[in-house]
């Protein structure tokens, strides 16, 4: 076994309830149909689009609570976080739903993160509800990470479009759900020094391949037993790179049960370049698609990981490369419990 | 009792060692004997403050690793963040030890924040070793934060001085050490409309009155059953309107027993206006003198909380008012276990 990077949850946290907002473009996809609201424009009535992502952040929130019939003040902590600068949207959201609040940041992983947090918070019995969440936003990602929106830069064919979107799903231990949390694989930091903030899924890539790859190991399974195995936002290209290195380095093969959040929100000829990616990404894919289809019974377990990009500006800067991170959940429908 | 916010640890995760590391100014402070490490000057031959702080938070860990004989191997998971936009300290020092790694946001409060999720991560049996830590540096800071130490510019009195330093403490339910820690209550997010980039203290006071007024109420204790109450960072401004908020919202009276790390760390005559603030704050101050002193038996019991100011410059040039939270631990010296 490899160093104990993986937890078994004994309880098997449920996700009691869960909701997800896309942007406009996100609602002209294949997923379309499967979040609880789309959005109109990039700014929904706010004055900025930072606003906006606040917005949608809280929104999940309050909807994944009205969906489950819980009430807000029954959620003990809210579990979050996001791209921009301070996780302002995730700590906002808690002042304005005056929730205690634990502000997680994995970049584009904090949906798994957020989730392995939250289930061991729960599975452990220390609390009863525990909120999880993630948002990001396209405009809002360029203008901090990149270039404002405004430059109108050319972008390359290896960037991804930042998913304007947030989703939340409630955990607990107790519930109608068949739902549940049942193991999940932390992820450590992988650099394999790539410096281009226009090709994020070749940096995270390499640490999906060794978190995957782990976690396999030390719960003694192959993709096989899986009916889905989900990145988050490696996009088109570094989902190729990932079923190339997780081959060539520990001899696995990601087949046609593996695909990646990024790749299925959009299709390529949506001028999205190498598909979708930010926090937002997995975690409305994960709150509107996958447990969609998990309720309705097409995937019964599911291998979800979020995928981060350690993308700083400051580092960047300083001449520094940038390193990927990524965590792992099982997810399954187990009948009768 | 109050919303659930406050867990008590059936196995009392132990600190089984400890480290911290400051910068010169505060190693003329009244506390400079504590400290494992005083740097001579502000860059610590790193080619940019930046790295300096990274430098600084990587050593804690391997220091705190090697003077509890714990091969850095064995330390299943990393928990910690920083101040810096993506928390590249954290992260980044995370890469270099190739460690699993759960990067935690709270602002200042990011010392406390760890050692509740690494509390949880023991006390749960989901891993064996953790690592928690938190760094700041007064240059970085000033320069992400407010303005680049080189404009020279003004500062008004309210202002505090970010702590150059880092910390780290080990957790695991087994070991030698008789210093536990038992009991946490996690913040909420308080926002008394303060938009004063340069007056954390009274961003953070109302935030640091409702997490102990609430801890105070959910264990059943009082000001009195402690040795020490120590917040994070709230400075001789901040400190004050703790004492005035809590005794006027919830008739508590904190005594001679209370105290807060940036106004231990300086005294009032080494130009550093109201005091010490930043991550790095609480967690040199818990990680050098608190742990050392518990040891010694000055202390056996310590209410410690770290208090964060979400402040963010996306958020103020938009306008936003900065809110402030503050979570808690208690460590305890139980004698024979």
Redesign the interface.
């Known amino acids: 076994m490899e ?3 993986t ?1 078994t949850f004994k309880n098997k946290p449920r996700i009691v309830s869960y909701a997800s907002v896309v942007g406009k473009k996100e609602g002209e996809g294949p997923l379309k149909n499967y979040f609880d609201k789309v959005l109109e424009d990039a700014i929904w009535d706010e004055d ?1 689009w ?2 906006t992502e606040r917005k949608m952040f809280k929104w999940v929130i309050e909807t994944a609570a009205e969906k489950g019939n819980i009430p807000l ?1 029954d959620i ?2 809210l579990i979050g ?1 996001d791209l ?5 949207s995730a ?2 959201a ?2 304005d739903l ?10 584009c992983s904090t949906m798994a ?1 957020s989730l ?2 939250g289930s ?2 729960t ?2 019995y ?3 509800k525990v909120a999880c969440g993630a948002s990001s936003h396209f405009a809002t990602a360029e203008r ?1 990470y990149r270039f404002p929106l405004e430059m109108g830069c050319q972008r390359p064919p290896t960037a991804q479009r930042t998913v304007t979107g947030a989703g939340c799903s409630i955990l607990s231990l107790h519930g109608e759900s068949n739902i549940h949390i049942t193991s999940a694989t ?6 394999w020094k790539i410096d281009d903030a226009n090709n994020m899924g070749a940096v995270m890539a390499p640490s999906a391949a060794d978190t995957l790859s782990c976690h396999f190991k030390n719960t003694k399974t192959c993709p096989e037993d899986y009916d889905l195995i989900i990145t988050g936002d490696l996009g088109f290209h570094g989902k190729e790179l990932c079923q190339k290195i997780i081959n060539e380095e520990h001899g696995i093969t990601l087949g046609a049960n593996y695909t990646d959040c990024g790749c299925e929100i959009f299709t390529k000829d949506m001028g999205v370049d190498c598909g979708g990616s930010g926090c937002g990404c997995s975690a409305s894919v994960l709150n509107g698609y996958l447990i969609e289809e998990m309720k309705k019974g097409k995937y019964k377990k599911i291998l979800f990981m979020s995928t981060g990009a ?6 960047s800067m ?1 001449n ?1 490369t940038i ?1 990927g ?1 990524a965590h792992c959940v099982v997810i399954e429908r187990l009948e009768g419990e």
């Open positions: 160093k104990n990077r937890i900025s930072e606003k003040k003990d902590v976080g921009l600068n301070q996780i302002i700590a906002f808690a002042r005056n929730m205690c609040f634990l502000g997680q940041y994995g970049a993160q392995i947090v061991v918070l599975d452990g220390y609390f009863n901090q932390i992820g450590r930091i992988i650099d350690l993308l700083s500006p400051t580092s300083q520094d390193p991170i």
